[in-house]
T-cell receptor, first 113, second 111 residues
Framework: KAGVTQTPRYLIKTRGQQVTLSCSPI?????VSWYQQTPGQGLQFLFE???????NKGNFPGRFSGRQFSNSRSEMNVSTLELGDSALYLC????????????FGEGSRLTVL | ELKVEQNPLFLSMQEGKNYTIYCNYS?????LYWYRQDPGKSLESLFV?????AVKQEGRLMASLDTKARLSTLHITAAVHDLSATYFC???????????FGAGTRLTVKP
């Protein structure tokens, strides 16, 4: 079956702009989590959605937001981009909320200039 | 706050040798995961360890979990170049309902 799909794979933005990233989970998976990966901070949890509701949130500013649609697809948005937002953003889906094996997408690599 | 520590962070080894990567975590959890990441790629699930004493093996990799010691190990047997990657352990963070990752161990296997 198809894996987790993330779009776009690569994007370049300038400071102050905003960006929206999309994630389609594995069919049947209702939980979608987002992680930010940087060389300095490693993998950091952003938020998790289940049944269109944000179930938990990591320690990121309010510029980072997300949502989930009825078909379990999820989007995350970063507003007023800063240089430090440059990272690989990984989406993962799972059967369970808050626990369980995660299946990751290929990621969206964001560069902020 | 749950902390997950891996060591070593960098590991260079020769083909054919054995080595172990260690993953310690700071609070109670009985679910631990190992992932592999190749450069520029996503994370691939390797092992899911769900109870104390769990041991799983796949090819040259074997993972184990000791929940009392809050320790998991990933043992590499007779390393080959194809195992070169970054390996992450991760623990379910019960307090926040998320998964907390270690910093990763970058493994390089040299001929």
């Amino acid at each position: 079956k198809a894996g987790v799909t993330q779009t776009p794979r690569y994007l370049i933005k300038t400071r102050g702009q905003q960006v929206t990233l999309s994630c389609s989970p594995i069919s049947g998976h209702r939980s979608v989590s987002w992680y930010q990966q940087t060389p300095g901070q490693g993998l950091q949890f952003l938020f998790e959605y289940f049944s269109e509701t944000q179930r938990n949130k990591g320690n990121f500013p309010g510029r980072f937001s997300g949502r989930q649609f009825s078909n379990s697809r999820s989007e995350m948005n970063v507003s007023t981009l800063e240089l430090g937002d440059s990272a690989l953003y990984l989406c993962a889906s799972s059967l369970l909320v808050g626990a369980g094996e995660l299946f990751f997408g290929e990621g969206s690599r964001l560069t902020v200039l | 706050e749950l902390k997950v520590e891996q060591n070593p962070l960098f590991l260079s080894m020769q083909e054919g040798k054995n080595y172990t990567i260690y993953c310690n975590y700071s609070t109670t959890s009985d679910r631990l995961y190992w992932y592999r990441q190749d450069p520029g790629k996503s994370l691939e699930s390797l092992f899911v360890l769900l109870s104390n004493g769990a041991v799983k093996q796949e090819g040259r990799l074997m993972a184990s979990l000791d929940t009392k010691a809050r320790l998991s190990t990933l043992h590499i047997t007779a390393a080959v170049h194809d195992l070169s990657a970054t390996y992450f352990c991760a623990v379910d963070n019960i307090n926040n309902n998320d998964m907390r990752f270690g910093a990763g161990t970058r493994l390089t296997v040299k001929p």
